[in-house]
Nanobody, 127 residues
Framework: QVQLVESGGGLVQAGGSLRLSCAAF????????MGWFRQAPGKEREAVAA????????YYSDSVKGRFTISRDNAKNTVYLQMNSLKPEDTAVYSC????????????????????WGQGTQVTVSS
């Protein structure tokens, strides 16, 4: 069973930056596409960014494009989300997710493609 553990959340002022990390355990990490999702109170979960298993393809939602960067280090079994120019509307619980292992180098922008989820980390952006 794949285990995902997020870290790096916290409270930051608008315009600031945070870097989220998601460490994966009990898996061959380079076989899994990864994604970052967020859910704010009273709102549906939304995809933020995604990356293919070898890092060759990435996806960003329109709301974060140009501000967030997803990356991965397969040697460290970790995926990152660098968040710059943060806005109050970025406040949410951020979760990472892993797809099923695949031979394809693909990126998946929707949550239905992911089978394993972390517990989430809170990001709060104050105005």
């Amino acid at each position: 069973q794949v285990q995902l553990v997020e870290s790096g959340g916290g409270l930051v002022q608008a315009g600031g930056s945070l870097r989220l990390s998601c460490a994966a355990f009990k898996c061959t990490f380079s076989s899994y596409a990864m994604g970052w999702f967020r859910q704010a109170p009273g709102k549906e979960r939304e995809a933020v960014a995604a990356i293919s298993k070898l890092g060759g393809y990435t996806y960003y939602s329109d709301s974060v494009k140009g501000r967030f960067t997803i990356s991965r280090d397969n040697a460290k079994n970790t995926v990152y989300l660098q968040m710059n120019s943060l806005k109050p509307e970025d406040t949410a619980v951020y979760s990472c997710a892993a797809s099923l292992p695949s031979n394809s180098e693909r990126v998946y922008p929707t949550d239905r493609s992911y089978n394993y989820w972390g517990q989430g980390t809170q990001v709060t952006v104050s105005s």
